[in-house]
Nanobody, 124 residues
């Protein structure tokens, strides 16, 4: 069984930075593609970005625009989402997810395991 635990969320001001972490447990989880999603109040959950086991990365270009960076430390079984130049519209619950494939998927239904989410609130 794979378990994901996010941390690092909080209340920040516009322009600030946050780094979210996702601790992954599970014997084979280090080979999984790891994704970040977010869900704002009243909106559907949307893809933020993903990183493969080999380090391939893809982002949602609609809003990331060079502000967010995904990384992973396989030795620590941890995935990170560094968010810079935060905007009020980035306010959402951020979720970490794991996909058993080695493909950089961006669709929710491609991901098999989910964390409980961490709240990020950006004030103007």
């Amino acid at each position: 069984q794979v378990q994901l635990v996010e941390s690092g969320g909080g209340l920040v001001q516009a322009g600030d930075s946050l780094r979210l972490s996702c601790a992954v447990s599970g014997r084979t989880a280090s080979t999984y593609t790891m994704g970040w999603f977010r869900q704002a109040p009243g909106k559907k959950r949307e893809f933020v970005g993903a990183i493969s086991w080999g380090g391939g990365i893809t982002y949602n270009t609609d809003f990331v625009k060079g502000r967010f960076t995904i990384s992973r430390d396989n030795a620590k079984n941890t995935v990170y989402l560094q968010m810079n130049s935060l905007k009020p519209e980035d306010t959402a619950v951020y979720y970490c997810a794991a996909d058993r494939s080695m493909v950089l998927n961006s669709r929710e239904y491609d991901y098999h395991y989910w964390g409980q989410g961490t709240q990020v609130t950006v004030s103007s």
